[in-house]
């Protein structure tokens, strides 16, 4: 499975930004999709995620309210509407797949590349 990141920039506070993530390949591999972020010093963190086939949806409490995600199933493509955004949300976020569990960073079977999200005072 190949995951493909895109969408991140720099935004004001209080802005929007929108990221995608488009998966190839075996796609019955994987059940979960998500996001997850980095900022520099810090360990990788669960954002949200979303499953393949129903669209159940789960969020950390940093982004609950803020942030969106939603899949497409006929274009194999997650997003991330990222509303409201603060300085704190400046990291890189990196897509990613899992077949059974996707809230812990040390578990996932796909990553995608980062994409970086600058998000100024």
């Known amino acids: 499975v190949q995951l493909q990141a895109s969408g991140g920039g720099l935004v004001q506070a209080g802005g929007s930004l929108r990221l995608s993530c488009a998966a190839s390949g075996q796609m019955f591999r994987i059940n979960l999709m998500g996001w997850f972020r980095q900022a520099p010093g810090k360990e990788r963190e669960f954002v949200a995620g979303?499953?393949?086939?129903?669209?159940?949806?789960s969020y950390a409490d940093s982004v609950k309210g803020r942030f969106t995600i939603a899949r497409d199933s006929a274009k194999n493509t997650v997003y991330l509407q990222m509303n409201s955004l603060k300085p704190e949300d400046t990291a890189s976020y990196y897509c990613?797949?899992?077949?059974?569990?996707?809230?812990?960073?040390?578990?996932?079977?796909?990553w995608g590349q980062g994409t970086l999200v600058t998000v100024s005072s």
């Open positions: 990613a797949a899992d077949q059974t569990y996707i809230g812990r960073a040390t578990a996932i079977d796909y």
């Open positions: 979303i499953t393949w086939s129903g669209g159940t949806t």
